[in-house]
């Protein structure tokens, strides 16, 4: 069979690390699960500007401002390439904003959380954009060309966010007693929903075969999150900071810390709607698209009345 | 008034119009149209705010008494911040703000273009640094301004409204007092007359390319020169200062 | 955790709801449907300033720090305020504020019925004397409810809309912990769980009264107990505390 | 002729101080005198309470919000009165409103300013009531009935509204150098705004032939004036702020204090809208008169649903 043929073949590019391009066939399931994959990674994006431009008018000096500024720009930018990526696989935009609109669609619960003072800044940039980190980093090698592609550039940036959102942390952490308390405060209640930011177990992960084997992830959920774990219990340390787990300790024959447990039920809330900002962030986002409807729609009457113009001259 | 008086409230009037415009354009972010101008707003947004951090700056030095950028940005009271009254009116929708940036970018634009002789050099050096933000500020809110009033009939309608509202701001850009005075005899500043003329060729030529009507001439509000704002400068300022004002020791 | 340390928490629930409440009341002065209702919302605001100011002043009492009403009100951190979550949404247009005052005034008015028998002398007069108020505040809230529930369609949906949107923050009002269980016990604070039976009946018979359907069970967000709160409250503070804050030496 | 007669005993009535009701025959230009005052006045009670309501999100104390509240609502209260003083002769309260929102109607400049500082809070009750409640002591004795038992009742609140302006000045006139500052500032923006709500001198003021004859207006514009700068001079000197006036100084032939020449440009400039604040405040009622369409609409449906039934059972 002629599609048995191109799967085998496809397989074998993606076994060989070649990587696949959107003009390459390949199997439906593959596309399908990047574009779930990469448009919720821009919506991500976009929806985590609310969280953050939230306190962009409070920020408390002019510095910490244009960082913020900054951040929350590059954070559009990477939803404009994952929307060009994941616009490669054959869907418009706007079909994707319909798809997160209407809750089709779903992005990283973590933003359905409040950021509630300006410590939260710290904890978004450190603990937020680090555990993405981590995930990007592995996805730097997924097998579509223009993902990885995106990821690569998505990368060297996140890591300056997360430096920034560290220093924000240690320089509360070591500020007067009420900003160490704003920052041990924005720790304990982002900690957890950060370490799910990785999903489920590996073994309640069900999607996780096929995307093992396509190369689309590199690494499991359980791998990425210990990783994260290792890395960040130390930068707390470092800033005298506890991170909310009694059962966190050194593990010295895994080399790793064991974690307590994580509340799933907290989770897949979330997930389905019911966090403390879910209405707020979909409604937030729809309330700005409808608005900006008139705008979209002169800007396309302009550019068909010039394109006529330059058919007539 | 000694000439560094002047130049100290010549500072505060570029610098404070800079902070507030990038105030308010930062508001902007996530509530634009598209992703691509929630992008352009804040870069113009980030481009205010820097160059408002320059003049800040200059004017605690040249002050001598030892405020920074942020003293000046968060300590301040209403009565003593010298923005033009334009910078200060609220986003309301997207045509107001392109409206707004647009009359606002080619106030800069030709100031900064003659500034840059200035006999200050921090002035001249701001000036020429600014310019070339300010000249992308001016093209993307001329060209929206162009794609609202040739747009689609809603548009047009909007946008025209929204440069009728602001027309009346417009003269407090370029009044001026006794610190010009002082300052274009030595040179360091120049005269808001001339830069009016530049304003009002760049203001005709990119209204009529969106076919909308230049408003008519109509009594024109004061503000600026006597740091006297509309009320939604208050609020906006208590928003900015609040964890200064809240926790003056602390270090962020 | 004392009782008296339980009892300040107890007087700081109630003092910032009230206090919550009363500044988005306040912010309809003047954008109010008719004169009428700008009278009567801030009429309410009133109240419930009032008796935010005698919860907190009891709370800084028994505190025994010397901390005033206004300490209290001008100087905490967002993280320090106990009001219930449904008091800080937004006003949103008039029916939102309709269908929030009444679910918020119907758990006041039981409450309230409630602790009038209790045994802190200080809690037992509040209630006694905010009953009134809150009567009234229930009244008028539920005679909008029939109103725009009954009214046209576009009052009804919308109105509707406005009960749905609202009902995830209402299980907060009946949340208990420590403190509750410190105080029932002393025969200071009341069962909620018993405020709750009242307050459905209240909540059933005027919503069948206005043609509207009850909300359909759902997730109920928490928040008031851990003083854990919506991004909304931050702004509220910010514009509410900033005199005192940028001015601690002074009196006014 | 019957109108000739009617209007002699109209005159008669009115020079025997017995007051015009709303029944009795009255001519067609005191009627419309009265109209539009009473509705000017009206409309200056709620324009009036946009600048104050600018701070009661801000104002410093809890005592502070509720004494600012209260005031405001008084105000509420006397257009509500007043709007039914007016209807008495025979136009409606969305008439009337329509006319503000035209701009046919106008209401007092001085609320075409804006509120900047908490200062401002003092400055209207001490200075803006009390201008207004000069006059409306004269309007007391006015000739037209629901006018005048209008004026009583607003009289009494008034002067209370007054000295909690004055109180706010003096307490911030005896502050920290930063209120003393904001209070001076006040009264340097608001004094001489406030002694042009009297309105133009006398010599230029061609309505008062009639009103004065009519009883509608007790006392002139320049007499009303100099009583509440006699007045407020004194208030000043107490709490140790400066009249902006370098003319002011008393005069002891005439018993009055002498003061400078005011600017009529400005005021008749912000009359014809163009102060500070005029599309401000308009575009703020109709604002909020639209937003609130529905509501009215609905509680008119709900009324006559109700009238149905009643009528049914």
């Given amino acids: ?313 | 008034m000694t000439t560094n008086e002047a130049l100290i409230n010549y500072c505060l009037r570029l610098g404070d119009s800079s902070l507030i415009l990038g105030q308010r354009m930062s508001e902007w972010c996530s509530n634009g149209p598209i992703l691509e101008e929630d992008i352009a707003m804040t870069n113009v947004a980030l481009d205010l705010i820097g160059q408002s951090r320059t003049m800040l700056t200059y004017a605690g030095k040249l002050e001598g008494k030892g405020r920074t950028e942020d003293d000046l940005a968060y300590k301040r009271e209403e009565r003593e911040f010298y923005n033009t009254l334009l910078s200060e009116r609220p986003n309301g929708h997207f045509g107001d703000t392109v409206a707004r940036n647009f009359l606002h970018s080619a106030f800069f634009y030709h100031l900064f273009q003659a500034l840059k002789s200035s006999e200050d050099e921090m002035i001249a050096a701001h000036a020429a640094k600014s310019i070339k933000e300010v000249t992308y500020h001016l093209r993307h809110s001329s060209e929206w301004l162009v794609r609202l009033g040739d747009g689609t009939e809603e548009s047009h309608n909007k946008i025209q409204e929204s440069l009728n509202d602001l027309w009346e701001f417009t003269g407090d850009l370029f009044e001026m007092n006794e610190v010009d005075e002082i300052l274009i005899k030595e040179g360091i500043a120049v005269d808001l007359a001339e830069v009016k003329k530049e304003w009002d060729k760049t203001i005709n030529q990119v209204i009529e390319r969106a076919t909308l009507t230049k408003p008519e001439e109509c009594y024109m509000q004061s503000g600026r020169l006597n740091a006297m704002h509309s009320e939604y400068l208050g609020h906006l300022i208590a928003e900015m200062q609040f964890l200064q004002r809240a926790y003056p020791e602390a270090q962020w």
Avoid at chain 1, 116 to 122: E, K, N, Q
Avoid at chain 1, 164 to 169: H, L, P, R, S
Wanted: glycine fraction near 6%; hydrophobic fraction near 35%.
């Fill in chain 1, 1 to 313: 069979m002629e599609d048995l043929r191109k799967l085998e073949e496809f397989q074998a590019k993606i076994d060989a690390e070649i990587k696949i391009e959107p003009k390459d066939w390949m199997p439906e399931d593959y596309k399908k699960h990047l574009q779930r994959q990469i448009s919720q990674h821009a919506h991500s994006e976009v929806i985590g500007m609310q969280p953050e431009g939230n306190w962009i008018s409070r920020a408390p000096s002019l510095r910490a401002k244009v960082v913020l500024l900054a951040k929350i720009q590059d954070e559009a930018g990477h939803g404009q390439y994952l929307y060009s990526a994941a616009e490669t696989l054959g869907k418009s935009r706007d079909e994707f904003i319909e798809e997160l609109q209407s809750g089709k669609a779903k992005y990283s619960s973590i933003f359905n959380y409040p950021t509630l003072t300006w410590a939260d800044m710290g904890a978004v940039g450190w603990l937020v954009d680090g555990a993405a980190i981590v995930n990007q980093v592995s996805l730097q090698r997924t097998s579509y060309g223009p993902y990885s592609r995106a990821m690569v550039r998505i990368c060297k940036e996140e890591s300056f966010h997360q430096r920034q959102g560290y220093e924000i942390m240690a320089t509360m952490a070591n500020g007067t007693p009420e900003q160490k308390a704003m920052a041990q405060d924005a720790l304990n209640r982002f900690w957890w929903p950060s370490i799910m930011m990785f999903g489920p177990h590996d073994s309640d992960s069900p999607n996780t075969g096929n995307a093992v084997k396509w190369k689309i992830k590199r690494e499991t959920n359980d791998e990425l999150r210990q990783k994260f774990i290792d890395k960040t219990v130390q930068q707390a340390e470092v800033i005298g900071l506890t991170i909310p787990d009694p059962d966190l300790k050194w593990n010295e024959d895994r080399g790793h810390y064991d974690f307590g447990e994580m509340d799933w039920d907290e989770f897949w809330r979330v997930v389905k709607g019911n966090g403390p900002c879910n209405k707020q962030r979909l409604n937030h986002h729809k309330k700005a698209h409808n608005d900006g409807a008139w705008v979209r729609e002169a800007a396309i009457a302009y550019a068909e009345k010039q394109k006529e113009k330059q058919l007539v001259a």
